[in-house]
């Protein structure tokens, strides 16, 4: 559970960056924070639950009937991030887009309406990567590049975490100093 706790807090803290430009679209509809309220529950201890399984779909919906991509594309982060509480520990590639679509969306938003600073989105993103995080996308196969944005941006993402350096894994069994 902590595996899937560090996934969804990584798609989590990528669609908080861009939630801000969907409430600026679409002040009203509360949908993409409350994906992320669900998120953080479960990132923060909860048991995965209803709320995700309900928030992540609402907020698709929410991007869907967004009037311009920038909101959409915000919208659908927050969904995938609810959405990534549910990552299936198949060695599926499939399984790749759970954990790292949220992010994706994120740079497209970044790509679609760029900031001052200038800096890479994607090693924006790539930089917030967790080394647990690595580790559990180790575990699935690559994924292909698609056909859409999204689908490259997750795929480029997947190539870039798979390229940093691992930690090594903690050695069982080691007794700590001062025991």
């Not at 861009?18 to 201890?45: K, M, N």
């Amino acid at each position: 559970m902590d595996e899937i706790r560090a996934v969804t807090a990584f798609a989590m803290t990528s669609a908080e960056l861009v939630l801000p430009l969907f409430e600026a679209c679409q002040p009203e509809d509360s949908r993409p924070r409350d994906a992320l309220a669900a998120a953080a529950a479960f990132v923060h201890g909860d048991r995965r639950s209803r709320a995700q399984r309900v928030t992540a779909p609402a907020a698709h919906r929410a991007g869907r009937e967004a009037a311009a991509p920038v909101p959409f594309h915000a919208a659908m982060a927050a969904g995938d991030a609810a959405a990534s509480a549910y990552l299936h520990p198949l060695a599926d590639a499939v399984q790749v887009n759970h954990i790292l679509r949220a992010s994706a969306h994120t740079i497209r938003v970044f790509e679609l309406h760029p900031s001052e600073d200038a800096c890479d989105p994607v090693e924006r993103i790539v930089d917030l990567a967790t080394p647990l995080l690595i580790d559990v996308l180790h575990r699935y196969p690559r994924i292909g590049a698609g056909a859409n944005r999204v689908s490259r941006l997750v795929h480029e993402l997947d190539n870039r975490l798979r390229d940093r350096p691992r930690t090594p894994p903690p050695l069982h069994g080691r007794v700590s100093e001062g025991r």
